[in-house]
């Protein structure tokens, strides 16, 4: 994943309130930035790991069969 990709979505994350930054001291060089998840954000990640169980769940209890159509051959 290239910066062009990583920055962005934590700016956006940071924006929606779902994580905080903090810098802390680095033995090289200067303060790094550090991030982490708000009480928002282990919410958000809470619901979408109980959606994902779910679809999970019923992709399980309902495989998808192939339709005869894939069955048959030219």
């Known amino acids: 994943m290239s910066y062009g990709t ?3 979505l934590i700016t956006r994350l940071h ?3 779902l994580i905080a930054n903090a810098l ?3 033995p090289n060089g200067p303060p790094r930035k ?3 998840l708000t009480d928002t954000g ?9 959606a994902a169980g779910s679809v999970r769940r019923r992709c399980e209890r309902n ?4 339709s005869t159509e894939s069955r048959r051959r030219p």
């Open 6 to 8: 990583v920055y962005p």
């Open 42 to 50: 282990h919410g958000r990640l809470r619901a979408l790991a109980r």
């Open 24 to 26: 802390q001291p680095s």
């Open 63 to 66: 495989p998808r069969r192939p």
């Open 15 to 17: 924006r929606l309130g």
């Open 34 to 36: 550090v991030y982490r």
